[in-house]
């Protein structure tokens, strides 16, 4: 870009394309990882995906409605993460590990 040109004007597809790239890279890491901090994270890579779908869809319909419901729900997604490492730490303590395989407490 050169110094007083307009940045070059970002479609609702190109934000539609990356959010539906990070949700679908973030599902195929909750369905192929083993780890539960790498499933975790692929889950919260999702969460982030859809809120960017919903702050372009927001942008582009000329409204802040979309974006203030980002707000609230990253504030509630910070919670969740607390809560969540707080669960794999404690599941680490109790049994010394993290893979999902040697977690069988309730099966059967």
Sequence with gaps: MLDGEAPAAIGLNAYILISL???VIGFIGVLLRKNTL???MCLELMLL???LALVAFSRFNGTLD???FVFFILTIAAAEVAV???I???LFRK???VQVEELSALKN
């Design 84 to 86: 969540g490492l707080a």
């Design 95 to 97: 049994r010394h590990t």
């Design 21 to 23: 790239l990070l949700f």
């Design 38 to 40: 790498v499933i975790y």
């Design 66 to 68: 979309g974006s203030v």
């Design 88 to 90: 794999i730490v404690a």
């Design 49 to 51: 995906a859809s809120t």
